[in-house]
């Protein structure tokens, strides 16, 4: 028999007598994933309609739900980013815009490294409730939150009410706030705006940590929060 054969064969892996030393090689190619070097939780907060939802679904699945239903309580979905170097696993948090569920979702604000507050840019009232939501990141939130204002529905750039000066004006009374505008539906600028808020958390951080340190590491110190059974009815969606 052709000698070549006989080595196509075992490399197949189909002989009970391939060789162990390949064997050995496919086992060594799957290797688990690297581990996260970071955990972080970010909230989505914002009135009733602005589009939370949608802009959370465009950046974790790059999908859009045209005609959606309002959240109730809160949702989450998991994305996992690479940054200066470092593997960040997200876990970002949708709440509900309705005034009921204030005193559910204030409970996500306490371990939030980022803050995503959303308005619509056709609809005054959503920027008129900005003040509100202030006051409850005050209120609730940690002084080393990040803060990004997004001004959501760029596609309706038609139907505008709120001009981008007025929303610059607003960010600029408020210490450390950015401001970015942005369309879930057209998928523009959304994971820039995401991307640049998760930067801007990793430049408070110590982003070398020895492996002898991992155990006290941001990894262990952010755990996943747990859903209280009551925070558990049928999820629904926001446009």
Same mark, same amino acid.
Request: proline letters at 6%.
């Given at each position: 028999?052709?000698?070549?054969y &006989? ?6 892996? @189909?002989?009970?007598? #391939? /060789? !162990? $030393? ?9 290797? +688990? !994933? ?11 907060? @914002? /009135? ?6 949608s ?12 005609a959606?239903? /309002? ?9 996992t980013?690479?940054?200066r ?11 509900? @815009? ?5 005193? %559910?979702?204030?409970?996500y ?31 609730? $939130?940690?002084?080393? #939150? ?15 009410? %709120?001009?981008?000066?007025? $929303?610059?004006?607003?960010?600029s ?10 369309? #879930? ?5 959304? &994971?820039?705006?995401?991307l ?8 408070k951080? *110590?982003? &070398?940590i +020895? ?8 990894? /262990?110190?952010? +755990?996943e *929060?747990?859903?209280? !059974? ?9 446009c």
């Open positions: 028999m052709d000698s070549r &006989e080595i196509q064969r075992r490399a197949g892996g @189909g002989s009970a007598n #391939a /060789s !162990p $030393a390949l064997g050995a090689q496919s086992r060594r190619r799957k290797m +688990p !994933p690297r581990p996260a070097d970071y955990k972080l939780q970010i909230i989505i907060i @914002g /009135s009733r309609g602005v589009g939370k939802t802009l959370m679904e465009r950046f974790t699945d790059d999908t859009f739900c045209e959606c239903k /309002s959240t109730v309580g809160v949702d989450f979905k998991i994305k980013v690479e940054l170097g470092k593997k960040i696993r997200l876990q970002i948090w949708d709440t509900a @815009g309705q005034e009921r569920f204030n005193s %559910i979702t204030s409970a604000y306490r371990g939030a490294k980022g803050i995503v507050l959303v308005y619509d840019i056709t609809k005054q009232e959503t920027f008129d409730d900005l003040p509100k939501w202030m006051r409850m990141i005050d209120k609730y $939130a940690s002084e080393e #939150a990040e803060l990004l204002l997004v001004g959501n529905k760029l596609d309706c750039e038609t139907d505008r009410i %709120i001009t981008k000066q007025t $929303a610059e004006r607003f960010t009374r408020i210490s450390g706030m950015r401001f970015c505008e942005a369309s #879930a539906k057209d998928n523009f600028n959304v &994971e820039e705006c995401f640049k808020l998760v930067d801007d958390i990793l430049a951080m *110590p982003l &070398e +020895p492996n002898r340190k991992l155990s006290n590491s941001i990894l /262990s110190l952010q +755990p *929060p747990e859903v209280p !059974p009551e925070l558990n009815p049928p999820r629904m969606h926001c």
